[in-house]
Each structure stands twice: as structure tokens, then as C-alpha cells.
């Protein structure tokens, strides 16, 4: 049984992958830098030793520069400077166009790379928020739930047995859906609970349809879960403490960004949760819940306290940024897209209910398999041998 924290293997649009790929981008780019530029780095042709004896000069003063026997110097007559030159040292080429390579290297490093991974051309956008400008989210308790425009965010206070909440209609008409955000938690009293849903009109934690993400302050400490309820009103929960899903429990921490990613499978009727560290992208819980029936007349996502009766002044606080959902494009006649997410047939041996239950003993989710290499790494190649060539092509005219 795959233990919860190892990395499962994410999609390649999806944003914890992005380290991953930003090593393998990073690597990419410069092996192809030193297969086109070996003649100036001598390292590829085993002359390490003489490249630590290059000399650099850069000197006001006309006085005499030690200069190792059988090396020469270009020197410029204003500047008083000049640049040992020997057969495969690197510093023969002009440190203009070595800083020009690196530049080009480093931004499609840090710019291409995560603009790319957001977005998967296989997947249509039913909604995105960046927040960036005011969501205009209707809200019942506009003191707590609002824009922040200084954060950029949506800032929410989640109070139990108040009807508390904050939505936005969304347009779906069913069939396979992801949903992701990020989420920075500040306070979480004992017995408050932040959480974000996707569901009809209602909005209550305890009717359906309903996909519910929580994170809540209960016996076990800061606990995640997944909270399912079928149109027949079946629950299905699972939390990420050890007597739940038959795991070590884990815990979230406050003031820290988690991106939260729910993936519903319409083939196999089954619900993802996969919650893990913005920074480092390294998943913390997932686990997932089979839906019974078909997840369909869903059409808001929402955050807020509606079914929560627990007692009142126990607050979740913080904010929810980066709100999209998406769906799988539509395929045309002769085309074929590859898979993102593969598993087994979940093995739960459930039987549909109309009578509400809180826990229910779960099998763990399946390992995913890897996704392929992200198809900007190609793309980030050709940028640098195209740039390369433009150098070599302005070198030769000069």
C-alpha cells in the first residue's frame, strides 16, 4: 500500500509538478548547450586542467601580466584589458555572448516552464480565477468573505452554525471535472472547519450532489479530508487521520500554501483528493472516494458553514487563491488524446444507502502513473539552438 506523502506522479499541467520539471528543463538546456558550444568549453574535451590555468586580465595600469608560455593575449588599446586565448578555453568566446546564452537559458527556465504546465491544450476551462482583480463572488457575510486587492486573494471567515458563505456559478453540465486552488489556512479554532465545495444551488455539507474539500481542527489535530454526497444523499468521508484511512495521520500547518487538486473520474466514478505543498510540490495526503452514481447538476463552487452546526466564535481564517476548473476537451472523430490519470477499478465492497454514515473503511488510492515528459522541454531545445545559431551566424560577419 502506497503511504501517503510520496510523490504519486502528478499531471503534467498540474502545478506541484512544476520542480520536477524545472530540473529536468534546467538539465535539458544545458547538455544541449555544451553538445553545440564543446569547442569553447574544455571540459568536454578532457582539458579541464588547461582551463583552470586560463588567465584573465582586466587592468587599468600598463604593467606587466604574468602570462603562462605558449598562450597569447588579445588586448584593447582603451581599455588596458585583455583575455588569454587558448584552444578550447571557454573565455574565447566574447563574455557578451556567453551572458546572452545564459539569459536565454534562464528564462525559458523560469518563464516557459510554469506558463505551460498550468494549461493542458486536452482540457477545456469552465472556470478560472487568479483573482487579480475582484471575483465579484456573492457572499453572505461581506465583512468576512471578500477581495483582498493588496493580497490578490480571496480572504474568507468561516464561522460554524451561521449559514456563512461566499460562491460563484460555475457552467457544467457533467461528465469527468478537475478542480484546484491554493489555500493559505491562518487560524483554525478547535471545532472550526474551512471548506471549499463544488455543488447545486444548496451549498449544504450534508446534501448532495456535493464534492467538499475540508480542513478542519478536530481530535486529531489540523486533519484534511473528502466529503462526498450523492444525489441519493449517500456520504461517503474520508480524513487524512490514521483510523480513517488506515494510515499515519497527517497534519496540515497553518500559515503555509497548499495546492489542493479534486479530480472526478466520470469512467470510474470515483473523487480525488490530492492536497500538497505549494513551494515544494511534494504531496502531503491523497486519497479518493467512489461516487456510487454519476456526479451531474452541479453548478456552484462555493466556501462556507451552511450544514455545519457545531458550536458558534470558532473561526477559519485565510485565504483561497488560483480557483480553476476544468474538463477534458471534447474529442473529434480520428482523434486521440492520451490518458492523463490511470488506476485500478476501485475495490470497495459498498453497498448504496440513503442513510447517512460518517466513516467508512476505505482501500488506499492507487498509485497514478507517471505522466510523459512535458512537450516544452523540446520546444526550450530548439529556442536554444536557434539563439546559438544567431550568435555563430553575427560572429562570422563581423
Not at 506523502?5 to 520536477?20: D, H, K, T
Not at 473529434?332 to 470497495?348: E, H, I, K, N, R
Not at 447517512?356 to 512535458?374: A, D, E, H, M
Not at 531545445?381 to 536557434?386: D, E, H, N
Amino acid at each position: 500500500m502506497r503511504q501517503p506523502g510520496i510523490e504519486p506522479g502528478l499531471e503534467a499541467w498540474e502545478a506541484p509538478v512544476l520542480p520536477l520539471d524545472y530540473y529536468r528543463t534546467g538539465l535539458f538546456c544545458f547538455m544541449i548547450l555544451l553538445h553545440v558550444e564543446d569547442k569553447y568549453i574544455p571540459f568536454v574535451h578532457g582539458a579541464g586542467s588547461e582551463f583552470l590555468k586560463t588567465v584573465v586580465v582586466h587592468s587599468t595600469s600598463t604593467s606587466p601580466v604574468p602570462i603562462p608560455e605558449g598562450k597569447t593575449i588579445r588586448s584593447s588599446p582603451t581599455t588596458h584589458s585583455g583575455i588569454v586565448h587558448h584552444k578550447g578555453s571557454i573565455l574565447s568566446m566574447k563574455f557578451s555572448n556567453l551572458l546572452f546564452i545564459a539569459v536565454i537559458v534562464v528564462s525559458i527556465f523560469f518563464c516557459i516552464s510554469p506558463v505551460l504546465a498550468d494549461t493542458d491544450a486536452n482540457q477545456k476551462v469552465i472556470y478560472q480565477e487568479t483573482f487579480s482583480s475582484d471575483p465579484h463572488w456573492q457572499t453572505k457575510n461581506p465583512s468576512s468573505d471578500y477581495w483582498d486587492p493588496n493580497k490578490g486573494a480571496y480572504h474568507f471567515g468561516i464561522e460554524p452554525s451561521t449559514g456563512n458563505y461566499a460562491f460563484i456559478p460555475v457552467n457544467y453540465d457533467g461528465g469527468a471535472f478537475t478542480l484546484q486552488y491554493d489555500l493559505t489556512l491562518m487560524q483554525v479554532d478547535p471545532g472550526a472547519t474551512f471548506r471549499l465545495g463544488f455543488s447545486g444551488t444548496e451549498m449544504d455539507r450534508g446534501k448532495g450532489p456535493n464534492v467538499i474539500t475540508e480542513f478542519t481542527n478536530a481530535k486529531y489535530g489540523n486533519l484534511l479530508s473528502l466529503r462526498l454526497v450523492t444525489q441519493n444523499a449517500n456520504l461517503l468521508e474520508v480524513s487524512s487521520a490514521a483510523d480513517s484511512y488506515n494510515g499515519p495521520t497527517i497534519n496540515y500547518e497553518l500559515n503555509k500554501t497548499y495546492h489542493v487538486v479534486v479530480i472526478y473520474d466520470d469512467a470510474s466514478n470515483t473523487v480525488t483528493e490530492r492536497v500538497s505543498d505549494k513551494l515544494t510540490g511534494r504531496t502531503i495526503w491523497s486519497y479518493y472516494l467512489n461516487t456510487l452514481t454519476p456526479l451531474k447538476n452541479m453548478n456552484r463552487i462555493y466556501v462556507g458553514s451552511i450544514g455545519d452546526y457545531s458550536p458558534m466564535y470558532h473561526y477559519a481564517v485565510g485565504y483561497i487563491d488560483s480557483i480553476l476548473l476544468t474538463q477534458p476537451s471534447p474529442v473529434t472523430p480520428g482523434q486521440t488524446t492520451a490518458a492523463v490519470l490511470t488506476s485500478t477499478v476501485p475495490t470497495y465492497s459498498l453497498h448504496p444507502t440513503t442513510q447517512q454514515t460518517t466513516r467508512i473503511p476505505l482501500t488506499s488510492i492507487p498509485t497514478p502513473t507517471q505522466s510523459p515528459v512535458s512537450g516544452f522541454i523540446p520546444g526550450a531545445a530548439l529556442a536554444v539552438l536557434g539563439s546559438v545559431a544567431i550568435i555563430q551566424r553575427m560572429k562570422k560577419n563581423k
